[in-house]
């Protein structure tokens, strides 16, 4: 069992900033790799970016080049950063992370961009 735990949402203006962190407990050494989702009202559940246990990361087409994915092996933490924010990127984001046998989510941190 992996717990997922996600901070650093908020209100930003267009243009700004905002770095997501996701913390992980539990067995978390059995974590193949881990990503984030996002989804905004009305709308399903979307792939944003993931990160394998080798670093391998992958980036949805709509956010390549503004946001980035990265953990922290020493301290079991998952990072987005996400830069040049437009109000397309509301919603609420949700941590993610495999195992062999298990895919386990976060309670999902709310992200909302506007002037």
């Known amino acids: 069992q992996v717990r997922l735990v996600e901070s650093g949402g908020g209100l930003v203006q267009p243009g700004g900033s905002l770095r997501l962190s996701c913390a992980a407990s539990?067995?978390?050494?059995?974590?193949?790799?881990m990503g984030w989702y996002r989804q905004a009202p009305g709308k399903q559940r979307d792939m944003v970016a993931t990160?394998?246990?080798?670093?391998?990361?992958n980036y949805a087409d709509s956010v390549k080049g503004r946001f980035t994915i990265a953990t922290d092996n020493a301290k079991n933490t998952n990072y987005l950063q996400m830069n040049n924010l437009k109000p397309e990127d509301t919603a609420v984001y949700y941590c993610?992370?495999?195992?062999?046998?298990?895919?386990?989510w976060g309670q999902g941190t709310q992200v909302t961009v506007s002037s």
């Open positions: 993610n992370a495999a195992t062999d046998f298990v895919t386990s």
């Open positions: 539990g067995n978390a050494f059995s974590i193949n790799a």
């Open positions: 990160i394998t246990s080798r670093g391998r990361t």
